[in-house]
T-cell receptor, first 110, second 113 residues
Framework: EDQVTQSPEALRLQEGESSSLNCSYTVSGLRGLFWYRQDPGKGPEFLFTLYSAGEEKEKERLKATLTKKESFLHITAPKPEDSATYLCAVSSGGSYIPTFGRGTSLIVHP | NAGVTQTPKFRVLKTGQSMTLLCAQDMNHEYMYWYRQDPGMGLRLIHYSVGEGTTAKGEVPDGYNVSRLKKQNFLLGLESAAPSQTSVYFC????????????FGPGTRLTVL
């Protein structure tokens, strides 16, 4: 059974204070690892897909990295508008059922 | 493009009542999904469809039924609502399967009394 654990559950940062969110996973045959951003009262919004260990992707202040056991979402010099819940999900083997983590709630104070 | 839309946005039901949630996408996507999101838990897949006329069970299918009569629409039905079905329901679609980007709708907040 696939498992996804995100840490920390909640993170408070000051504007400009860089940090990282963690997504640890246990799967049999990773097909893809996904990062989404979810604002309160809205649906998840796609950020990145990573397919193999060593892969990295960047978008503005966000950078996602992947190893064989975990993924990190690095946030460089965050701004208040980066405040949201960040979700990690994995797809594995021949399953059509992605497994989502519980998310990390990020608050960036001005 | 409107992307993925969901109807209704909010609904309150009494135990035993039935209802249908509608999901529509205008991106010509083959794959569509219904999830539920509960506090303290990750998104869980209820049912999904790999194309018009097809449906399959996800992780938590009990108490729900779905239909995909048209490629752009995916309906989620609750035949006899229970309080345990109080949740936020999200529809998503993707072009090429579960390893492809999923685009989510805005959600339907359902309360069952």
């Amino acid at each position: 059974e696939d498992q996804v654990t995100q840490s920390p559950e909640a993170l408070r940062l000051q504007e400009g204070e860089s940090s990282s969110l963690n997504c640890s996973y246990t799967v049999s045959g990773l097909r893809g690892l996904f990062w989404y951003r979810q604002d309160p009262g809205k649906g998840p919004e796609f950020l990145f897909t990573l397919y193999s260990a060593g892969e990295e992707k960047e978008k503005e202040r966000l950078k996602a990295t992947l190893t064989k056991k975990e993924s990190f979402l690095h946030i460089t010099a965050p701004k208040p508008e980066d405040s949201a819940t960040y979700l990690c999900a994995v797809s594995s083997g021949g399953s059509y059922i992605p497994t989502f983590g519980r998310g990390t709630s990020l608050i960036v104070h001005p | 493009n409107a992307g993925v839309t969901q109807t209704p946005k909010f609904r309150v039901l009494k135990t035993g009542q039935s209802m249908t949630l509608l999901c529509a996408q205008d991106m010509n996507h083959e794959y569509m999904y219904w999830y539920r999101q509960d506090p303290g838990m990750g998104l869980r897949l209820i049912h999904y469809s790999v194309g018009e006329g097809t449906t399959a069970k996800g992780e938590v299918p009990d108490g729900y039924n779905v239909s995909r009569l048209k490629k752009q629409n995916f309906l989620l039905g609750l035949e006899s609502a229970a309080p345990s079905q109080t949740s936020v329901y999200f529809c998503a679609s993707s072009y090429a399967g579960p390893t492809d980007t999923q685009y989510f709708g805005p959600g339907t907040r359902l309360t069952v009394l």
